[in-house]
């Protein structure tokens, strides 16, 4: 890991500082990057399929409140249910190729969990049967779109990419092809979420 300092000292105006991270030349195992986790709680990290770390930067508040308002959505949907457990952006998962991923909003049948019996301040060593990213202003969509790809790849049955600044949706389904959707005003969760129903209208 590497970080540089560039400074530009002519004037109190125009001074700037960068910080730089290269992660990509440090490479971590799968118990090294809980480690590291456990040790910095107030970091959002993921791990590659091929140990590459990944800083996950806070994003501005209108992401945060649209991300605010998909997950209250799924809180309210699985409390009436009671046919899973949801998760916010902030729980990982192990997924089979071995990457280590923290959807937006994540959902996962209990009996899956109930058949592991899982250490809860671990990472879930599975891949979620549902989950949602949201594409914040900072995010490369075509790094969402081989992250939503690896989702699909690794037995997560519908995934939902949101992309507010195009009012677009991509709808990821285990062996099927993406379906894009433009200005959706709801989703449904199909057979993976009964009965739910993913209003849109304020997110964009």
């Known amino acids: 890991m590497t970080a540089a300092i560039e400074q530009h000292p002519n004037s109190a105006n125009d001074f700037a500082t960068k910080l730089p991270l290269n992660l990509s030349a440090v490479k971590f195992t799968p118990a090294q990057f809980q480690d590291l986790c456990d040790t910095n709680r107030d970091l959002r990290l993921e791990l590659t399929s091929t140990g590459e770390l990944i800083a996950l930067a806070p994003t501005g508040w209108g992401s945060s409140k649209r991300n605010f308002k998909l997950g209250g959505q799924m809180y309210v949907w699985n409390e009436q249910t009671q046919l899973g457990e949801a998760f916010d952006s902030s729980g990982g998962f192990v997924l089979p190729n071995g990457a280590q991923r923290s959807p937006d909003v994540a959902w996962v049948e209990r009996a ?5 019996d899982p250490d809860p301040t ?17 995010d490369s969509l075509s790094k969402l779109q081989e992250k939503m790809q690896e989702y699909r790849d ?3 049955r519908l995934g939902w990419l949101i992309d507010p600044q195009h009012q677009r949706v991509e709808i990821y389904r285990i062996n099927q092809e993406t379906e894009i959707l433009q200005s959706p005003t709801q989703l449904s969760g199909e057979d993976i979420l009964p009965g739910f129903v993913l209003d849109l209208t304020d997110i964009w």
């Open 122 to 138: 671990k990472f879930l060593p599975l891949a979620p049967d549902f989950l949602i990213e949201l594409r914040s202003a900072s």
């Open 154 to 156: 690794n037995g997560v």
């Open 112 to 116: 899956r969990i109930a058949q592991l």
